[in-house]
C-alpha cells in the first residue's frame, strides 16, 4: 500500500489586478486562481511568492517542512501598496501596509477637499 502524496497548497490572498509569481524549489509555477496545489516529495521545500502589479513586488521566501502524505498549507497576503513586500506563512497573514496606505491616501484627499471648498465658495459668489 503506498502514501498519500505530499503536496503544497499556497493561498494567495492579493490586490485586484495582481499577477502572482510562485517559485517552488526554484521552480516557477503557474497561479491562475487564488491558490495552488504542487506535488512534492516529504521534506523541507523553500516557496518564493511576489506580484507584479504594477511592477514586481518584493519577494518572500519560506522554508516548508512537509511529511509524507501531508499537504502542507502556506499563505501569502500581498501589501495594502505597491513597491512592498507580502507576508507568508503557514498561518494566514494579515495585509502589510495599512498604516501607510491610510497616511498617503489620507494626504490626496486633502487637496481634493480643498479643491471642492473653492469651487463651491466660488459657485456661491457667483450665483449669490
Known amino acids: 500500500m503506498t502514501a498519500a502524496p505530499s503536496a503544497i497548497r499556497i493561498e494567495l490572498d ?3 489586478g495582481a499577477v502572482p509569481m510562485v517559485v517552488v524549489d526554484g521552480m516557477m509555477q503557474t497561479a491562475n486562481l487564488n491558490w495552488l496545489v504542487v506535488p ?10 511576489t506580484e507584479t502589479y504594477p511592477t514586481t513586488q518584493g519577494w518572500v521566501n519560506l522554508d516548508v517542512p512537509v ?7 502556506v499563505y501569502y497576503t500581498s501589501p ?7 507576508r507568508i ?9 495599512a498604516g501607510t496606505a491610510t497616511v498617503v491616501w489620507s494626504l490626496a484627499a486633502i487637496p ?10 466660488a459657485l456661491w459668489i457667483v450665483l449669490a
Open 14 to 16: 492579493r490586490v485586484l
Open 40 to 49: 512534492v516529495t516529504p521534506g523541507v521545500h523553500r516557496v518564493a511568492v
Open 67 to 73: 511529511a509524507p502524505g501531508q499537504m502542507a498549507t
Open 80 to 86: 495594502h501598496m505597491g513597491m512592498g513586500y507580502g
Open 89 to 97: 506563512g503557514l498561518v494566514p497573514q494579515s495585509r502589510p501596509g
Open 112 to 121: 481634493a477637499v480643498m479643491l471642492l471648498a473653492v469651487i463651491a465658495i
